[in-house]
């Protein structure tokens, strides 16, 4: 089992997952963070997701919408992995980012401040 959110080889503690727990497509290859990690694509099957919608401008306000197949069928989002190891324990921790990018029309009103969602693979793409 992986751990959901990345730990780069130079990252100094778990913790520090929390923050990468998605990766820009369009900046995948460019951050740090995920640099070292992008050839080591994965499969993140689900049989959905969750967005959340804004009601108000603070985003005090929500409602929370989930997206999925007819009858819960999996499908694959594209992911990134990386083994991590704790320098004081040795521990190998294995842990991944969810890809996304810019979010479809239905997603852009869904998400509708950040405008992202999850790169969704179609069967015919999952091997690339």
């Given amino acids: 089992m992986f751990s959901w959110g990345l730990l780069p080889t130079w990252a100094k503690g778990k913790s520090f997952r929390k923050n990468l ?7 995948i290859k460019e951050l740090p963070s995920f640099r070292g990690s992008v050839n080591n694509r994965c499969l993140v099957l689900v049989d959905g997701f969750y967005e959340w919608k ?9 409602q929370k919408y989930h997206i999925g197949l007819p009858n819960h069928e999996a499908f694959a989002l594209a992911g990134i992995f990386n083994n991590w190891v704790d320098k004081e324990t040795g521990e190998i921790m294995k842990t991944y980012t969810i890809v ?14 950040k405008k992202r969602m999850p790169v969704i693979l179609t ?4 091997e690339q």
Wanted: cysteine-free.
């Fill in 21 to 27: 727990l998605n990766a820009k497509i369009e900046t």
């Fill in 54 to 62: 804004w009601l108000d401008e603070k985003g005090k306000n929500k």
């Fill in 100 to 113: 996304i990018t810019e979010a479809n029309p239905l997603m852009a009103e869904i998400h509708n401040t």
């Fill in 123 to 126: 069967p015919a793409n999952e």
